[in-house]
């Protein structure tokens, strides 16, 4: 099961947490909602995906992600931060970064949700106009 919402008022920050079993289907159904959001607002807008309680993924996910139809990266949207993944889950978003490079170029690990927070709060400054 995955929720997800924003995680703070200006809309900066969108927050899923993957609980107990999911798939492949479940992820890529995520994506579209993730940028169904994006697509409310007009700023860029950083992920925080927290997968403390998940469950290794049904399936085989990767060979189950190559039958997904693919999806390009919405142009606001910014870095994820992956929270809380195991040794497996640390691997998969690997390769997923390899395997799809211009959907998932801007993967980051955070070991809380706190610091995850904390990056957004950097990088958002490094994205300012210089003066």
């Not at 919402?5 to 579209?32: P, R």
């Not at 929270?83 to 959907?103: C, E, I, K, Q, W």
Request: hydrophobic letters at 40%.
């Amino acid at each position: 099961m995955i929720k997800v919402g924003w995680d703070n008022d200006e809309k900066t920050i969108i927050i899923y947490h993957v609980e107990d079993d999911w798939s492949a289907a479940d992820f890529f159904a995520l994506s579209v909602q993730i940028d169904r959001m994006i697509d409310t607002v007009e700023h860029v807008v950083d992920i925080i995906g927290v997968y403390h309680r998940a469950n290794i993924p049904s399936g085989d996910f990767i060979f189950d992600a190559g039958s997904v139809p693919f999806r390009k990266k919405h142009p606001r949207r910014g870095r994820e931060y992956f929270v809380g993944m195991n040794y497996f889950l640390n691997n998969m978003a690997s390769t997923l970064h390899r395997t799809y490079p211009d959907t998932y170029n801007d993967l980051a690990l955070a070991p809380t949700t706190d610091e995850a927070r904390k990056q957004i709060a950097a990088l958002k400054e490094k994205r300012k106009p210089k003066r």
